[in-house]
T-cell receptor, first 117, second 115 residues
Framework: AQTVTQSQPEMSVQEAETVTLSCTYD???????LFWYKQPPSRQMILVIR??????QNATENRFSVNFQKAAKSFSLKISDSQLGDTAMYFC??????????????FGQGTTLQVKP | DAMVIQNPRYQVTQFGKPVTLSCSQT?????MYWYQQKSSQAPKLLFH???????NEADTPDNFQSRRPNTSFCFLDIRSPGLGDAAMYLC??????????????FGPGTRLTVL
């Protein structure tokens, strides 16, 4: 069975600064994807960034980037130039792919990020 | 512009009284998912439909059932809600299930309270 662990329940950062959210996972699967989702207060969850495990290059989406360490099973999210709109709960998620894949996402517990003005 | 709509946003029911939560989508996606998110916990998949094919997670209680009458709509039925079923219920859709680009689009959720 796969597990995803986010060890930081809450974090805060000053506007315009950089923050890194941690995520580790455990799996015996070879083929999988990793995701970071953002859930703003009272709003729906949206995808922030995705990483295919077979790719060595770290994914980047504008101010969001990941540090994917496959051997260590670590997948952290870096938010640069933090903005007030980044305030949200962030979930790390795992999805295996291949034969019989269902698209099931396995989520971590979440990290609540507050960006302070 | 809403793509995944959930109704109602807030639902209060009594212990043991059946309740139905609704999800609709305008994306014409093949797959619809239901996740349960209890307070301060990770969302957990209950089941999903691929088109008309229903796929139940092994640990989903029998108390939870689902219907998908057409591509656009999916319902979550809780036959006899207990206090432990109080949670946020998230509906999500995706075009397919095979690739990382099959992004799951989430609705805003329905918060269920059981009295």
């Amino acid at each position: 069975a796969q597990t995803v662990t986010q060890s930081q329940p809450e974090m805060s950062v000053q506007e315009a600064e950089t923050v890194t959210l941690s995520c580790t996972y455990d799996t015996s699967e070879s083929n999988y994807y990793l995701f970071w989702y953002k859930q703003p207060p009272s709003r729906q969850m949206i995808l922030v960034i995705r990483q295919e495990a077979y790719k060595q290059q770290n994914a980047t989406e504008n101010r969001f980037s990941v540090n994917f360490q496959k051997a260590a099973k670590s997948f952290s999210l870096k938010i640069s130039d933090s903005q007030l709109g980044d305030t949200a709960m962030y979930f790390c998620a795992f999805m295996k792919y291949g034969s019989g894949n269902t698209g099931k996402l396995i989520f971590g517990q979440g990290t609540t990020l507050q960006v302070k003005p | 512009d809403a793509m995944v709509i959930q109704n109602p946003r807030y639902q209060v029911t009594q212990f043991g009284k059946p309740v139905t939560l609704s999800c609709s989508q305008t994306l014409n996606h093949n797959v619809m998912y239901w996740y349960q998110q209890k307070s301060s916990q990770a969302p957990k998949l209950l089941f999903h439909y691929y088109d008309k094919d229903f796929n139940n997670e092994a640990d989903t209680p029998d108390n939870f059932q689902s219907r998908r009458p057409n591509t656009s709509f999916c319902f979550l039925d809780i036959r006899s809600p207990g206090l432990g079923d109080a949670a946020m219920y998230l509906c999500a859709t995706s075009r397919d299930t095979g690739y990382s680009t099959d992004t799951q689009y989430f609705g805003p959720g329905t918060r269920l309270t059981v009295l």
